[in-house]
């Protein structure tokens, strides 16, 4: 069955060091997503990807890159990371334009200590 | 920019009755999609229900259905005879249509829990 994996599913880093949260997909998804979930703020959009070679910022980007090489792949990096940054990161995929349904990985708990 | 409000930050319904999650949205688009996502306590994100804004009639999966008022932007989900493994946030989503914006606009969520 085609999925969504994150890794790792928890993870602790110090302040300043950079950081980079994988994700792959299997549904051969073109569009792929990053997003944090914190308390009293429901998900928010970090970066995107529409197809390889192809990345967008989001509504929170400051701190975060992505790269597209490939279909499967969208790993996220925090450049240095910071405590504001300590959240539940999710990645999602979703298919073409009438394929609606976004696919949500199990999420990783990022602590910045 | 697209806004998804959850005017509700939790709720509680006894098991078997039924309870009504609120959303409204703020969007000028006539083309859009609205979905609710359930998330348990694993973390999972789980698309209970979704609704195609040029769909008159509103949707349903069998105990889950919505009251989509579009003129309104309203969009809430109706949970009949509550479950125990119904609790969980839920999350209301906007996704524009058409065009290549499949970018999903969430909500803060809403807690249900569900009382023996």
């Known amino acids: 069955d085609a999925e969504i994996t994150q890794s790792p599913r928890h993870k602790i880093t110090e302040t300043g060091r950079q950081v980079t949260l994988a994700c792959h997909q299997t549904?051969?998804?073109?569009?792929m997503f990053w997003y944090r979930q914190d308390l009293g703020h429901g998900l928010r959009l970090i970066h995107y990807?529409?197809?390889?070679?192809?990345?967008n910022k989001g509504e929170v980007s400051d701190g975060y890159s992505v790269s597209r090489s490939n279909t499967e792949d969208l790993p996220l990096t925090l450049e240095s990371a910071a405590s504001s940054q300590t959240s539940v990161y999710f990645c999602?995929?979703?298919?073409?334009?009438?394929?609606?349904?976004?696919?949500f990985g199990q999420g990783t708990r990022l602590t910045v200590v | 920019a697209q806004t998804v409000t959850q005017s509700q930050p939790e709720m509680s319904v006894q098991e078997a009755e039924t309870v009504t999650l609120s959303c409204t949205y703020d969007?000028?688009?006539?083309?859009?999609?609205l979905f609710w996502y359930k998330q348990p306590p694993s973390r999972q994100m789980i698309l209970v229900i979704r609704?195609?804004?040029?769909?008159?009639q509103n949707a349903t999966e069998n105990r889950f259905s919505v009251n989509f008022q579009k003129a309104a932007k309203s969009f809430s989900l109706k949970i009949s005879d509550s479950q125990l493994g119904d609790a969980a946030m839920y999350f209301c989503?906007?996704?524009?249509?058409?065009?290549?914006?499949?970018?999903?606009?969430f909500g803060k969520g809403t807690l249900l829990t569900v009382n023996p």
């Open positions: 989503a906007y996704r524009r249509g058409g065009g290549s914006n499949y970018k999903l606009t």
């Open positions: 969007t000028s688009e006539s083309d859009y999609y």
């Open positions: 549904w051969n998804h073109n569009n």
């Open positions: 999602a995929s979703s298919g073409g334009r009438m394929n609606t349904e976004a696919f």
């Open positions: 990807s529409y197809g390889v070679q192809d990345t």
């Open positions: 609704q195609e804004a040029y769909k008159q």
